[in-house]
């Protein structure tokens, strides 16, 4: 099993920044991914930013040059660096880390207001 914690998520205002961190714990091993997803309400979840441990990343179109995700291998664990942030990346924002299954975590609320 995995656990995944979460931290850094908070309110602040459109242009400002936020950088959220994720954790892995349990059996970490063999975890070759972790990323970022979101869910707005009354929307689906999507992804916001992936990193590998091969170094690939990918970014959803609507955040590509105002985020920045890393992914510390050696810890397992994912970061969000979130800037010129926009009241429509208000979300709950969840990490996810992938190995034989997909673990969530139990996501962390980022509000942005205008």
């Known amino acids: 099993q995995v656990q995944l914690t979460e931290s850094g998520g908070g309110l602040v205002q459109a242009g400002g920044s936020l950088r959220l961190s994720c954790v892995a714990s349990g059996s970490i091993w063999n975890i070759n991914a972790m990323g970022w997803y979101r869910q707005a309400p009354g929307n689906q979840r999507e992804l916001v930013a992936g990193a590998t441990n091969w170094g690939s990343s990918k970014y959803a179109d609507s955040v590509k040059g105002r985020f920045t995700v890393s992914f510390d291998n050696e810890k397992k664990a994912v970061y969000l660096q979130m800037n010129n942030l926009k009241p429509e990346d208000t979300a709950v924002y969840f990490c996810?880390?992938?190995?034989?299954?997909?673990?969530w975590g139990q996501g962390i609320q980022v509000t942005v207001s205008s």
């Open positions: 996810k880390a992938e190995r034989a299954s997909d673990y």
